[in-house]
């Protein structure tokens, strides 16, 4: 593994299936509000999905570029940008590059 | 079209109360995830990439203007606009949010409609062709059977924890237009030299990681012994599926794997017994089932010539309209397949627009199609025109249907969890290089169909050409299948070789509509030619 890759943690929204990202203190819907992990992933996981905050919590590999935190797999790069076929939709509405930075 | 009883009424009602109580218990914290989620998934509650996706039922794919409506308004009302008609023949909405998935079914369960059977290991929603009771070229209306099917099949307590899930298709015609083989059970209602409807019945077949065509288990049964022979060919699945791996647990590796004979007779010496019980609803309620379906007052006397003095009006008239058994009337289906669009999208506002046209031209009905098109069954020719104008409008008149431009794929990586790649982006680059209708129309029927990953929601395996997506080292590639097919003449595509970028893979298909065109004879569509001149002229053009 890349020296420069950390682990994030990442999950859905419980009530609005929102994707987020844990900012170390709570979730925000934005990868960039992502904090590296420096504690016990599975331990923030049980108690946030048991405060009834999130579900399907998983840790990811990330790495950091002149965006900000870059996931390192397509499938959470999708998750944190949104259908790239709707940008409209996305975190990016505006930014014609944000497909790209999914590739 | 079958309008609900009481009882299908209650039935709805109750999963509502029922589900809203659980909804609530789980925001509570009284249910915890794991106990919540086969609750969710059983009323059609996913949890995909972006957040909730619910897949609302669309049996057999016939739905009524007023339930077409609501599916618009659901759109508007719960989700961000737009719907994704599915090719399951039902509909997903992409956004939705727990707490108002209780006020959706609720919604849905007004206007007889529900999201049962759209998930988990029971038997689906049955699928049927969708010309069905319209088509010229039908020996029997399939739908009498499908509705029976619906009400056999729903909480069926004996099969609602089944090895796997399990799909059910029904046919009326010899041309198939519902993969009939293509499913863990497929029927084709069929007809006798007295003129005795019977059904033909085909077990094991299916597609995703193991393709597979069903074989004809059974010529000749007497409907009114469907549900009976269909309890036995269940009841065999059930008591020896293969529980201990997901990836060998369909019926179509059971059948394979004991062989059609050896599956065939325990079927019928379960038959024998199950015959026995009298399980069979009586005659009189298939009966009151078949009345539902009467046909329409048709105009005996509409008129067939109409002005096609229009270029672009008589075009979508060629391509998208088909004959109807009744003179003077068409089937037209909508294509959602706009050139460069969503395959399957529709907006809140066009969904509306279906549902209108439905209830003014076509005898308040609409079909959904597996290739994620609408169908409007009854229509006048005379009316054709002013539909047309109306759906234009709408960006809804792409005339393109069973060309290279209605593409059939699935959601893909842009929504689902389950995929390995992105599928829309792949079908929208296809249908932008191949805008020119014209072109399009000179390449004859050509049927693309694109999965994002092994489960084939896209129906790959039965594309002419297909494409499937996979994850290569954490980058997107694209494998090139051709010489499918999922009609009468039903085949499963070969790979072809090594694996394409998305750009690479457009290139690869012009290339290989270029060999076709040099190489076909009159009349020979893309797929035989194929199957004439076999896969190494497409090799040498597409890899050089």
């Given at each position: 593994m890349s020296a420069d890759r950390f682990k994030i943690l990442t999950g859905n929204d419980l009530l609005t299936g929102d994707v987020t990202w844990w900012t170390g203190s709570g979730w925000s819907t934005a990868v960039n509000d992502a904090a590296p992990l420096t504690d016990d992933g599975a331990a923030i996981i049980t108690a946030e999905e048991r405060a009834q905050r999130v579900v399907s919590a998983y840790v990811i590999d990330a790495t950091r570029d002149a965006q900000g935190i870059r996931p390192a797999h397509i499938k959470d790069r999708v998750r944190a940008l949104g259908p790239t076929v709707r940008l409209d939709l996305s975190h990016r509405p505006h930014d014609p590059a944000a497909t790209a930075w999914i590739a | 079209m079958y309008q609900y009883d009481t009882h299908d009424q209650a039935m709805v009602d109750a999963r509502v109360a029922e589900f809203s109580d659980q909804v609530a218990r789980r925001l509570s914290g009284a249910l915890a995830e794991d106990q919540f989620r086969p609750l969710r998934l059983k009323n059609g509650l996913y949890l995909q990439l972006h957040a909730y996706m619910l897949r609302v039922a669309v049996p057999y794919g016939t739905l009524n203007a007023r339930q077409m409506r609501m599916l618009g308004d659901i759109a508007d009302k719960y989700d961000r606009g737009y719907g994704h008609f599915t090719t399951r023949q039902n509909i997903q909405y992409n956004w939705i949010k727990l707490e108002d998935a209780p006020a959706i079914l609720a919604d849905l369960a007004s206007v007889g409609m529900h999201a049962i059977q759209t998930s988990g290991n029971c038997i689906r929603n049955t699928t049927a062709d969708h010309f069905a009771g319209a088509a010229a070229d039908e020996v029997a209306d399939p739908r009498p059977y499908a509705e029976l099917l619906r009400q056999w099949s729903t909480f069926h307590p004996e099969f609602d924890y089944l090895p796997r899930k399990f799909k059910v298709a029904i046919i009326?015609?010899?041309?198939?237009?519902?993969?009939?083989?293509?499913?863990?059970i497929g029927i084709q209602v069929v007809t006798n030299a007295a003129g005795e409807e019977g059904l033909r019945i085909h077990v094991g077949g299916g597609m995703g990681r193991t393709p597979m065509i069903a074989p004809v288990?059974?010529?000749?049964?007497?409907p009114l012994q469907m549900v009976s022979y269909l309890e036995a060919c269940l009841r065999v699945y059930n008591r020896y599926g293969r529980r201990d791996n997901k990836y060998k647990a369909r019926i179509k590796i059971l059948v394979h794997e004991i062989g059609a004979e050896e599956y065939r007779r325990q079927v019928e010496q379960e038959f024998a017994h199950i015959l026995t019980l009298g399980l069979e609803p009586p005659p009189a309620e298939l009966a009151r089932i078949k009345a539902q379906f009467a046909d329409p007052a048709f105009d005996r006397a509409a008129p067939v010539a109409i002005d096609l003095s229009d270029p672009d009006f008589a075009l979508w008239v060629d391509q998208n309209v088909h004959a109807h058994k009744v003179q003077g009337y068409g089937i037209v289906t909508i294509s959602l397949k706009p050139t460069g669009g969503i395959p399957g999208d529709a907006s809140a506002d066009q969904i509306r627009l279906m549902a209108d046209l439905a209830r003014d031209f076509s005898f308040d009905e609409l079909r959904v199609t597996h290739a994620q098109n609408i169908v409007l069954?009854?229509?006048?020719r005379t009316d054709l025109h002013a539909i047309w104008q109306r759906l234009d409008e709408a960006g809804?008149?792409?005339?393109?249907?069973?060309?290279?431009?209605d593409i059939i794929a699935c959601p893909g990586l842009d929504y689902c969890s389950l995929a390995n790649a992105r599928s829309i982006p792949l079908a929208q680059k296809i249908s932008a290089r191949f805008a020119d209708v014209e072109r399009q129309r000179d390449l004859g029927e050509l049927k693309l169909k694109i999965s994002g990953c092994i489960n084939a929601c896209g129906h790959h395996h039965a594309g002419h050409i297909g494409i499937l997506g996979v994850d290569r080292k954490g980058v997107e590639n694209y494998q090139l299948l051709f010489g499918g097919s999922e009609g009468a003449d039903t085949s499963l595509g070969s790979i072809i070789g090594p694996g394409f970028s998305e750009d690479g893979i457009v290139d690869a298909i012009e290339r290989a509509t270029q060999v076709y065109v040099a190489q076909r004879t009159d009349g020979e569509r893309f797929l035989d030619t194929y199957r004439r001149i076999g896969t190494a002229p497409f090799k040498d053009a597409i890899y050089g």
């Open positions: - | 009326g015609s010899d041309v198939d237009r519902a993969a009939m083989k293509l499913h863990d288990i059974r010529d000749w049964l007497s069954p009854h229509v006048k809804l008149a792409t005339p393109n249907l069973d060309l290279i431009g």
